[in-house]
């Protein structure tokens, strides 16, 4: 059964930094891209970064581009995102999401549960 | 980038109807099209993808339909646990979502 577990959230004052980490089981992680999308309290979807499966391959959304980076670990079966000068808008539920192609650009078969980031003073 | 424009944003609907949400894009994203269920409190589940492909284990009385800029999520026959959100999602460049459809009962 593929697993999903994102950790690391919690509350952060504007302009501070935080390390979001998604450990991946059940599968062949390091034959999958993976991605962070994240939901707002009460909003939509939004997918915020992706790399593929040999972290050769990275892409981010415009908002958090330069503030944010994905890596992987595939020895320790890890996705991580580093989030650094923190906005209140990045508020959300961040959701670790595996592709079903190892490049990217397909759709997305499992989701975690979420981990939540609040940006507040 | 790709914008994508779902409609309506709030449906209501009764057991047993036939439902209907579209979802467009803003250029022309061939079939590169999932549908996604977001039920509370809970993360979203894969229905459909290249636009009408179901996925393994999604009840027979959802499909998808559409290429191009246009596309459309059915729920042939609406179940007690069908009442959710839907979002569309681009993935023919990067990704993005639909800002979702609640259906509701009405």
């Known amino acids: 059964e593929v697993q999903l577990v994102e950790s690391g959230g919690g509350l952060v004052q504007p302009g501070g930094s935080l390390r979001l980490s998604c450990a991946a089981s059940g599968f062949s992680f390091d034959d999958y891209a993976m991605h962070w999308v994240r939901q707002a309290p009460g909003k939509g979807l939004e997918w915020v970064s992706g790399?593929?499966?040999?972290?050769?391959?990275?892409g981010y959304v415009d908002s958090v581009k330069g503030r944010f980076t994905i890596s992987r670990d595939n020895a320790k079966k890890s996705l991580y995102l580093q989030m650094n000068s923190l906005r209140a808008e990045d508020t959300a539920l961040y959701y670790c999401v595996k592709d079903v192609d190892s490049g990217g650009n397909s759709q997305f078969d499992h989701w975690g549960q979420g981990t939540l980031l609040t940006v507040s003073s | 980038d790709i914008q994508m424009t779902q409609s309506p944003s709030t449906l209501s609907a009764s057991v047993g109807d036939r439902v209907t949400i579209t979802c467009r894009a803003s250029?022309?994203?061939?079939?590169?099209l999932a549908w996604y269920q977001q039920k509370p409190g809970k993360a979203p589940k894969l229905l459909i993808y290249k636009a009408s492909s179901l996925e393994s284990g999604v009840p027979s009385r959802f499909s998808g339909s559409g290429s191009g800029t246009e596309f459309t999520l059915t729920i042939s026959s609406l179940q007690p646990d069908d009442f959710a959100t839907y979002y569309c999602?681009?993935?023919?460049?990067?990704?993005?979502f639909g800002q979702g459809t609640q259906l509701e009962s009405k």
């Open positions: 790399i593929n499966y040999d972290s050769y391959s990275t």
């Open positions: 250029q022309n994203i061939r079939t590169w």
């Open positions: 999602q681009q993935y023919h460049s990067f990704y993005t």
